[in-house]
């Protein structure tokens, strides 16, 4: 089996988010950028998959040359290979379409992905590619099994969980569930080592147009401060009267 | 020129975030000059959506058992070029992020999701959108002609516009699944956190799983969700479904009471979407003070049954 993990480059979960330029650029400065949380889960089960059955697992960025420590981390985690198409990401379907041109080329049975990355949350580019490259599609997956070219998965649904059954090739988007946290990897000394010696490979983009553009970004707005009460019938007042919550 | 929403629906029952994007969609309509129609498939009673201004509602009818992402994208396209719909509206349900992109695609359209206002403009078409796990907004112009709204869970709102509307039905071919449905486990006599209007979550400052009655019992007074953090269900002392944070579930509530949780970066990530949130907690120094609206410094296990007792006679009263 050969799979295909998107790799998405996002900052740190605590990295305080600011924007310049009159807020129209995010702002780098000191921005500690990981793998996208998410991602982490399918590239995690793609190991699975190559420890346990045999598969070849290559990883992909959409992105410039900043995004290459982060590939080289998958790399270090166990990726085989790795693919960058240089091009900076401008929105969703630009991103789907870039890599659509990639899984064309690479001939891969499952691309796995996360359900959204950090940064804009958009939720689109796994569907998207999906539906570029015409193949099967599940998304919130929390469980994934192959056996030859059947697959079966668990999705999250509101309220609960639904079972499905479907054929490779497929696109399946990731999130936590899919693998324990535990079983999540860490690079160590001999992955780091080895990834430096692994194939990354650039390859220049297609020039996907793109359908929608940031104009610009704002913070939410400053909190007032806390009301503290010392007593609970102060705090179902408030909720009642002035929150408007009870 | 028109609107489509799509109204989700589970069971033959509308989501409550239908009604949320109908209203959206409404005034979307208004604002564009344009007329809007309702998409239902194998959804529920229509004139529950008249009550919120739709008075075209497109019914879809067939055997398919449950929501098929392919499938449905498929009738949403068929109705958009059948009725020259350009922009369409979809839900922050699983499966409205689940289809909207499979949408985008086939009608060729931007799309932009996580999306909490009107438009501030429609021509330009801008929006204003959620991003960086709720730390900050990006206003995102859709250039293409065709367009795909998501809104946000409880951002609009459902706003009632009793209109008197009628009833089309609508015969779309349906493509391969690619998909197939095996079964469904739903939890029932439960709120969800998804569906949920007040979300009462417990931190590891609940000591252990056995202090959770009165967590529940608080739930239910006020029939609310049960959330945890994640070291709780790491612990497993609640299940996973339950762990909010950046990277457990969202949560977009009315009200979202965070008990003995300390207020860590990951876990705020997840509950900044929630209008009014309460904090109690036996330490004031508690990150969590800093990003609530309310708060109580005690012990959770003094506080929370006071809390039940009084909200009882609140509620009788
Ligand atoms: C990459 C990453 C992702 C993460 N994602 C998430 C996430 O999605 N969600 C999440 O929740 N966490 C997440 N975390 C963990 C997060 O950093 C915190 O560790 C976690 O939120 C703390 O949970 P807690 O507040 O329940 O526990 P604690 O930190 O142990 O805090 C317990 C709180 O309870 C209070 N308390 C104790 N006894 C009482 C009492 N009797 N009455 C009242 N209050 C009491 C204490 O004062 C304390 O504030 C993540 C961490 C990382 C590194």
């Keep these: 089996m050969k799979i295909l993990v998107c790799i998405s480059h996002v900052p740190d979960t605590t990295s305080k988010i600011n924007f310049t330029d009159n807020n129209t650029k995010f702002d780098t400065n000191g921005v500690q950028y990981v793998i996208n949380p998410y991602d982490e889960f399918s590239l995690t089960r793609a190991m699975w998959f190559k420890e346990k059955q045999g598969a070849s697992v290559t990883v992909v960025n959409v992105g410039d040359a900043s995004t290459e420590p982060t590939l080289r981390k998958a790399l270090a985690i166990g990726a085989d290979n790795a693919v960058r198409v240089n091009v900076a990401p401008t929105d969703g379907l630009m991103v789907a379409k870039e890599l659509a041109e990639v899984v064309k080329n690479g001939g891969y049975d499952l691309v796995l992905a996360g359900k959204e990355s950090a940064d804009y949350n958009g939720q689109m580019v796994p569907g998207m590619l999906a539906s570029l490259v015409d193949f099967n599609f599940v998304n919130a997956c929390v469980g994934l099994e192959v056996d030859g070219t059947a697959v079966t998965l668990d999705r999250e649904i509101d309220g609960g969980e639904e079972k499905v059954s479907s054929v490779l090739p497929m696109v399946v988007a990731g999130q936590k569930g899919m693998v324990e946290e535990k079983d999540l990897r860490i690079p160590n000394m001999r992955g780091i080592m080895m990834a430096r010696k692994k194939p990354l490979s650039v390859v220049e983009p297609i020039g996907a147009a793109t359908s929608t553009a940031t104009k610009d970004f704002e913070k939410p707005a400053e909190k007032g401060a806390i009301k503290l009460v010392d007593n609970v019938d102060a705090l179902i007042d408030l909720l009642h009267n002035e929150a408007k919550a009870i | ?317």
């Design chain 2, 1 to 317: 020129m028109s609107v489509l929403v799509f109204a989700d629906s589970s069971e033959g029952k509308f989501k409550k975030t239908a009604f949320e994007v109908v209203s959206y969609g409404k005034k979307v309509a208004e604002q564009q000059g344009s007329d809007m129609l309702v998409l239902t498939i194998n959804g529920g009673d229509a004139s529950e959506l008249y009550a919120y201004g739709a008075e075209k509602v497109i019914e879809v009818k067939n055997d398919l058992p449950s929501f098929n992402a392919k499938a449905y994208a498929a009738v949403i396209k068929q109705v958009v070029e059948a009725k020259a719909a350009n922009t369409v509206i979809i839900d922050s349900s699983i499966d409205g992020f689940t289809v909207a992109p499979l949408v985008a695609v086939a009608i060729e359209a931007g799309y932009a999701s996580n999306v909490v206002d009107l438009p501030s403009s429609t021509s330009p078409f801008i929006v204003k959108r959620k991003a960086f796990s709720n730390k900050g907004f990006n206003n995102t112009e859709i250039s293409t002609g065709n367009k795909v709204v998501g809104v946000a869970k409880n951002s609009y709102g459902a706003h009632e516009n009793v209109v008197s509307g009628s009833v089309e039905s609508f015969d779309a071919t349906l493509p391969d699944l690619g998909v197939k449905s095996e079964s469904i486990s739903k939890a029932t006599g439960v709120v969800s956190i998804a569906d949920a209007d007040i979300v009462v979550s417990a931190g590891r400052g609940m000591k252990g799983p056995e202090n959770w009655g009165m967590i529940e019992e608080l739930a239910s007074v006020l029939g609310a969700a049960t959330a945890c953090s994640k070291p709780v269900s790491d612990l497993g002392w609640r299940p996973h479904g339950e762990h909010v944070g950046q990277t457990g579930k969202p949560v977009a509530s009315n009200l979202y009471i965070a008990i003995g949780i300390s207020g860590a970066i990951q876990h705020l990530a997840g509950v900044n979407a929630s209008k009014v949130k309460v904090v109690i907690n036996s330490d004031p120094d508690a990150p969590f003070f800093k990003a609530a609206d309310y708060g109580i410094v005690g012990d959770a296990f003094e506080v929370v049954p006071q809390l039940i007792e009084k909200l009882k006679a609140f509620k009788q009263a």
